[in-house]
């Protein structure tokens, strides 16, 4: 009888641990009200790469402030890959020496000085995707260095992790970051591969949900053992994924490639689509070297209010014809965003008749009700107003480019 109830008891006891000890493994911990909004900001990479330094990085924040982008929104400083030096003895990372000659604190201050804010990259695995030292198996040293130097966001990557489970391996350095003290923006940068958009809300504030963009509008890069996606391919990409985003949680089309090679109405098309998707806004050219095409669709500030709308909901694909896809944004206020976007190559003539369409939508349970209500239109790009939705609309969209309305309440 004793036997039978101490069995029963440790029975009890190993259950209860094997709860809580499981519960705790999946239990990440954010900070709140970061993020409202899809982060916006530049990230070295997609046009500097591996060849990145303090240099650069110290004149994109210079540029950030002088071409008039950080008070178009634009706030973070992100260095991608190749920051990196050496682990010390004791295992915490230190920047590269030649690179980064004034250390990471000292870059920070320099950032946090002209009021924006400093992001670094690093990965889950044991190397970076760059073949530099990664944070596997020094998530709390490496939360505890970052918060020292004064970082505010932390893009984290999925190379090299072998067995890792990537929900478990976010987790730790989602709670390394919060036991650190300093609010991070969390990144998730596993390319989709197992549907962070299913796990991550609490985990950290975006995260990847394709492998890497190239600036093209609809070509594929291909690698041999992996591949990179053009502007539309990557679009394609989202199809299912809006109501998992919102505001602290958001899905990330990656980075932006305005002004590295596209043509205007290419780079047009591409930054208008991601403020339609509530994408974070990560620059990726050189903010020292910017055409005037490149600065003015970068810092247009009715496109960027489609993307920073405060109820934080994706847009979506309301119809296709003849490669013209028409596509709807909720907006605060009643207000809508619509986008008609010509993935041809020629001039498409649009026609719409607001009064026959019936634009629902099933996440947000926003109806615009054309047949009752009538919304001013305002041409995003032109700046102009350009009537009403009581007349038909009919326009031409030049190829691979876009007409992109917004439609406040009469
Ligand atoms: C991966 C990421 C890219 C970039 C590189 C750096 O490919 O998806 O965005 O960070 O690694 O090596």
Redesign the pocket.
């Known amino acids: 009888m004793k036997t039978n109830l101490f069995n029963q008891k440790l029975i009890g006891w190993v259950f209860l641990c094997i709860l809580s000890i499981s519960s705790i493994s999946l239990y990440a911990q954010k900070f709140d009200s970061l993020a409202l909004t899809p982060p916006m900001g530049w990230n070295s ?1 997609n046009k500097f ?2 060849n990145v330094n303090e240099k650069i990085i110290r004149e994109a924040t210079d540029a950030m402030v002088a071409s008039g982008m950080k008070d178009a929104g634009y706030q973070y400083i992100n260095i ?3 920051w990196q030096g050496w682990r010390d003895k004791l295992g915490f990372i230190h920047p590269d020496s030649v690179k980064f000659p004034s250390g990471m604190k000292a870059l920070a201050d320099y950032v946090h000085s002209k009021g924006l804010k400093i992001g670094l ?1 690093s ?1 889950a695995g044991d190397k ?3 073949g530099y030292p990664a944070s596997r198996g020094h998530e709390y040293q490496d939360a505890i260095t970052y918060a020292k130097w004064g970082i505010d966001y932390l ?1 984290y ?3 090299n992790t072998n067995d890792l489970n990537a929900e478990g391996a976010y987790t730790t350095m989602s709670n390394a970051l919060y036991s650190a003290g300093r609010p991070v923006i969390l990144s998730l ?1 596993e ?1 989709g591969n197992n549907k962070p958009w299913l796990w991550a809300k609490n985990v950290g504030y975006l995260w ?1 949900t394709t ?2 963009i190239y600036p093209c509008f609809d070509c594929i890069k291909d690698h041999g053992t992996w591949k990179q996606w053009g502007v539309m391919y990557i679009l394609d990409m989202q199809k299912g994924l809006r109501k998992y985003a919102g505001p602290g949680h958001w899905n990330d089309p ?2 932006l490639e305005v002004g590295n090679g596209m043509t205007n109405n290419e780079d047009r098309a591409h930054f208008s689509m991601w403020c339609m998707l509530a994408a974070p806004l990560i620059a990726g050219n050189d903010l020292r070297n910017m055409s005037k095409e490149t600065h003015d669709i970068l810092t247009n500030k009715d496109v960027i209010a489609v993307d920073q709308d405060s109820l934080g909901i994706q847009g979506f694909k309301y119809s296709s014809n003849d490669s013209v896809e028409v596509w709807f944004k909720p907006l605060e206020k009643g207000d809508w965003a619509i986008c008609f976007l010509n993935r041809s190559i020629k001039p498409q003539k649009v026609s719409f008749n607001w009064e026959n369409e019936n634009v629902a939508d099933d996440v947000s349970g926003r109806i615009t009700q054309f047949n009752k209500v009538t919304y001013n239109l305002k041409d995003l790009w032109t700046k102009k107003d350009i009537g009403t939705t009581g007349k038909a609309l009919s326009a031409e969209v030049p190829g691979h480019d876009v007409l992109m309305l917004r439609l406040t309440k009469k």
Do not use: I, L, Q
Request: a negative charge; proline letters at 0%; aromatic letters at 18%.
């Open positions: 990479w790469a591996c991608d890959d190749c990259y990965d970076t995707c760059g893009k990557d999925w190379c940068c390319w990847r492998g890497d990656d980075m």
